[in-house]
T-cell receptor, first 115, second 119 residues
Framework: AQKVTQAQTEISVVEKEDVTLDCVYETRDTTYYLFWYKQPPSGELVFLIRRNSFDEQNEISGRYSWNFQKSTSSFNFTITASQVVDSAVYFCALSEAPGTYKYIFGTGTRLKVLA | ETGVTQTPRHLVMGMTNKKSLKCEQHLGHNAMYWYKQSAKKPLELMFVYNFKEQTENNSVPSRFSPECPNSSHLFLHLHTLQPEDSALYLC??????????????????FGPGTRLLVL
């Protein structure tokens, strides 16, 4: 069965703290994509990253970094030196087979960054 | 500015009303989607249009009626809705690099959503 689990429902941190959002997935496929999206209070889901199952290299983009580990079926997201503007709901998603349109979303993690 | 726009952003309607949600994408994509996001539930895929053809109807009640006149526009016509239909309705688009109905589907980009309240 395909499944994405974001066990952290809500996280609160103080500005400038680092925070890691966890994502654990289940799939029988050997080829799949993983995604992270950000949903600020305005509602729009903002695409952050897509990673295919054959690329386990960690990625860094500014204050954002992603740690993909197939051995533990995890695709965790770390924000370094968090800012108030990072406050949002973050969704992890999985699509199986080479780029199918069917995304399986986690239930999201609400991040609150306090000034 | 986002490549996917949705109007209206907020909508309040009675159960006997008829209304339509509109989505427009400016990204040159050929696939468009409607999702429903209810509180404390994962995003639910409702409809998928690829090259203007509906390729997915995820057991959505007939009171929701999609329309895709061209690859840039997508509508969701609403009639006789129920209070439990209150939710955020999100539109998305992507590029299918294969032939119609198959191929490699690229990343989905979302609009800001329409927040719907059914009284």
């Amino acid at each position: 069965a395909q499944k994405v689990t974001q066990a952290q429902t809500e996280i609160s941190v103080v500005e400038k703290e680092d925070v890691t959002l966890d994502c654990v997935y289940e799939t029988r496929d050997t080829t799949y994509y993983l995604f992270w999206y950000k949903q600020p209070p305005s509602g729009e889901l903002v695409f952050l990253i897509r990673r295919n199952s054959f690329d386990e290299q960690n990625e860094i983009s500014g204050r954002y970094s992603w740690n993909f580990q197939k051995s533990t079926s995890s695709f965790n997201f770390t924000i370094t030196a968090s800012q108030v503007v990072d406050s949002a709901v973050y969704f992890c998603a999985l699509s199986e087979a080479p780029g199918t349109y069917k995304y399986i979303f986690g239930t999201g993690t609400r991040l609150k960054v306090l000034a | 500015e986002t490549g996917v726009t949705q109007t209206p952003r907020h909508l309040v309607m009675g159960m006997t009303n008829k209304k339509s949600l509109k989505c427009e994408q400016h990204l040159g994509h050929n696939a468009m989607y409607w999702y429903k996001q209810s509180a404390k539930k994962p995003l639910e895929l409702m409809f998928v249009y690829n090259f203007k053809e509906q390729t997915e109807n995820n057991s959505v009640p007939s009171r929701f009626s999609p329309e895709c006149p061209n690859s840039s526009h997508l509508f969701l016509h609403l009639h006789t809705l129920q209070p439990e239909d209150s939710a955020l309705y999100l539109c998305a688009s992507s590029q299918d690099r294969g032939t119609s109905g198959g191929g490699t589907w690229e990343t989905q980009y979302f609009g800001p959503g329409t927040r719907l309240l059914v009284l």
